[in-house]
């Protein structure tokens, strides 16, 4: 009956210890999660934050190509279809947030 009873209490520890790492193991993924979440929201900042600074980019080589004496009535119709664009974006970010 020892033997049996020393059995069943060493299966008893060693399932409560895997049971107290799974509960670790689990925290850890949920840790992780949130990690991989915030670095993804991060991402998506900067890559806004990139095209918002290519499109003022554009605009300031437009500006100056409108300084330079060249087509302005294209240059201008451009830089509104530009300023257009940005305006969307921004609504959208502001939807998004």
């Known amino acids: 009956m020892f ?3 020393t059995s069943v209490s060493g299966i008893e520890f060693k399932v409560r210890q ?12 949920a840790q992780r999660d949130d990690r ?14 990139i095209n918002n600074l290519t499109e003022e980019n554009k605009l300031v080589k437009l500006g100056n190509r409108l300084t330079e004496g060249k087509d302005s009535a294209e240059l201008k119709l451009t830089i509104n279809r530009m300023i257009r664009t940005i305006d969307k974006s921004l609504e959208i970010l502001k939807t998004n947030d």
């Not at 895997?18 to 993924?29: G, P």
């Not at 979440?37 to 934050?49: M, Q, T, V, W």
């Open 36 to 49: 991989v979440y915030e670095l993804e929201e991060a991402l998506k900042n900067k890559e806004i934050l």
């Open 18 to 29: 895997l049971a107290d790492e799974v509960q670790r193991l689990r925290s850890l993924v």
């Open 3 to 5: 033997d049996f009873e």
